[in-house]
């Protein structure tokens, strides 16, 4: 019986998480949730599943919670935190959205808990860090999105020394077919509107930029040691092949299924098992095509390979940027080409610090983020 | 240093291996080599890679041979055999056609050596005296054909009781396109025509009738130990993806390459390592299609399906009969569907006998042969 403690578990990810548990009750017990502020779902989760801990991140929702349900509610900014920092749990689940999950994550980590990890922002702003605890605490971090899940597949068994490249997938997102002209009038409408997967909607959004894709480049890089120059996008539409290794004889391991977020999560709470398929099974009767990336339309991703070949405080920068703008743009108060734009100007502004540690990531963060509102309410003003 | 000894050094598999051992000369050195009949190529290779012995089917071209060149020479039907059984090798390289390699696979196996078998002929008539003398010996059988090679990848690091099928691919053959009703009109020309893969006769034919994709379902069945009923054929026409393994919980593992033999005989020489390149790599301009394989149009991979399933001495006699029949077809002996129609008959009339010894095997080999001629004759004296 694995314990695990889910951070993030009323979220899409989350409760994808708890169908997988709902499949293998006898192997999966869960012993800790934590959510922001739907309380409601979270109730229905505590009563349903009997966990020993809950997290709220809003405190007023936490005291409301504490009222109806007689176990521990940790409340506040710190609740996840403490969630991680807890005994008696093997692996710590983290689908916290954004930058919230860096300081779990590295708890958790540092209290030798294996980490199956849907939170990428973690890596692509802490990479180094994070990275490096990992090998002090010898734990398994483990992938939950199907690229990386894929890639960790691909891997199995193989010598890494012999890696040509990973190639990493990519459906195109929402905007696949936009024309440059008309990526000017895309509203939050268009930019959510195809999913190939069912996911959050700040995740749609960096799909729909592609800027996700970046970060899955940057994640790759930490999780398998491998330089951003050994890594290659390729636009998927049909997100059957969720990743690839080549190896330095030429031969291609791919790793294929239906799209269904639930093959990662269980293949992360499994691992070395495998277990059966909560998935319908691909069957064959969909042709599989390829193309390169558009850079022109997809600035974003170039932004990210950038930041990946400069590295040191640029990714984290470039995160928080793309982090603020997406929840501007989420709320209508910028257009879609401000998301690129405002990325662009706070990345050419800011002194890259090498091997920075984490309060100076803290700082950029801030610093970042600031530098977004001034330069984007500058740019509403020259409207 | 790994010392090799090359049956049918001078066929179409064999010559690719020797250049495969031309690129890496420092980590292949060439034993013994075998030939049939061309002693003018044999007589090339000896005083390129200058073996220690070599062996020649043909006992006339065998002692020629002996006055040109000054190592000893193995000479009639036991030449094989005798570089099989010499000491002072690593492995054994199988690339005889048709059946004419059991023997020798079974004279390595026994005598400790490691085995790349192109042959896969061996495994269809005697899979499962070889494989019991593969698991008593301990030795690494090592298959050279490109969808064994891909099954074997997939399973790398991989826990083989979480196997829910092989899939393994099929170009489809020269008569991909070819109507139920055309396919009386086939000429050897049309068969050999279409070749995605530079390939001997003998098994474009074999392509041709896709009896090839039933010999490889049941190499993999004893390769792999997988029962028939997990074992399932796509047609890829493009012939990138060379197999797959689903697994349990529905993940896919696919190996992708461009099609080129030297793939995976490089793969079954240098593992566990991985060497560099032969091939060209694969450009993902191509759009990857499937469909279902026609049993209508293409009968002798259902009988193979179905010696799959009965086993005992019945793949044994499809084999050897459709080893005839090949011939007669490649002579212009008899028609296209001949192949088929005979198969289908001898099979019929034979009485399966549970797990033969080789000496079964033998004799149904020669029975199953005479009673093709028979057949075909009395088919002849019909028209």
New interface residues.
């Given amino acids: 019986m694995k314990k695990i403690a889910i951070l993030g578990s009323t979220g899409n990810v989350g409760t994808q998480v708890l169908e997988v548990v709902d499949q293998y009750p006898d192997k999966l017990d869960v012993f800790a949730l934590s959510a922001s502020s739907n309380i409601e779902l979270l109730e229905e989760q505590i009563r349903k599943y009997k966990p020993s801990f809950v997290g709220v991140f809003d405190e007023g929702k936490a005291a409301e919670l504490e009222k109806r349900v007689d176990i521990p509610v940790f409340s506040g900014k710190d609740a996840s935190l403490k969630i991680a920092a807890l005994e008696e749990y093997d692996t710590l689940v983290n689908s916290l959205v954004s930058l919230s999950g860096i300081d779990a994550t590295l708890e958790a980590i540092k209290n030798k808990k294996n980490i199956a990890l849907a939170n990428k922002e973690s890596l692509v702003t802490a990479g180094e860090i994070i990275m490096k605890e990992v090998k002090k605490n010898n734990i398994n971090l483990m992938p939950i999105d199907s690229e990386h899940s894929a890639l960790f597949?691909?891997l199995?068994?193989?010598?890494r020394k012999?890696i040509?490249q990973l190639?990493i997938t990519c459906s195109g997102g929402a905007l696949r077919d936009v024309s440059k002209k008309d990526m000017k009038n895309v509203t939050v409408k268009d930019a959510l509107g195809h999913k190939t997967w069912s996911m959050g909607s700040k995740i749609t959004i960096d799909s729909a930029t592609l800027m996700n894709k970046g970060f899955e480049v940057i994640e790759a890089m930490w999780l398998y040691d491998v330089p951003v120059e050994k890594i290659k996008v390729?636009i998927h539409p049909e997100s059957i092949?969720h990743s690839?290794v080549?190896?330095?004889?030429?031969?291609?391991?791919?790793?294929?299924?239906?799209p269904?977020m639930k093959?990662p999560i269980?293949?992360a709470l499994?691992y070395?098992?495998?277990?059966?398929?909560?998935?319908?099974?691909?069957d064959?009767?969909?042709?599989?095509?390829?193309?390169e990336p558009d850079l022109e339309r997809f600035p974003c991703l170039g932004y990210a390979l950038e930041a990946a070949q400069k590295m040191g405080t640029l990714p984290a920068v470039m995160n928080a940027t793309n982090d603020f703008m997406v929840g501007k743009f989420l709320n209508k108060e910028c257009e879609f080409l401000d998301i690129q734009n405002v990325i662009r100007k706070v990345m050419d502004e800011h002194e890259i610090m090498e091997n920075p540690k984490l309060d100076d990531i803290t700082k950029v963060i801030k610093e970042s983020t600031k530098r977004a509102e001034e330069i984007l309410s500058h740019m509403k003003k020259g409207k």
Same sequence: chains 1, 2.
């Fill in positions: 597949q691909c199995n068994g193989e010598d012999n040509h190639i390729v092949i690839m080549e190896y330095s004889d030429g031969s291609i391991i791919a790793q294929l299924s239906d269904d093959l269980q293949y499994s070395p098992e495998r277990w059966d398929a909560p998935i319908s099974r691909f064959f009767s969909k042709n599989l095509t390829f193309k």
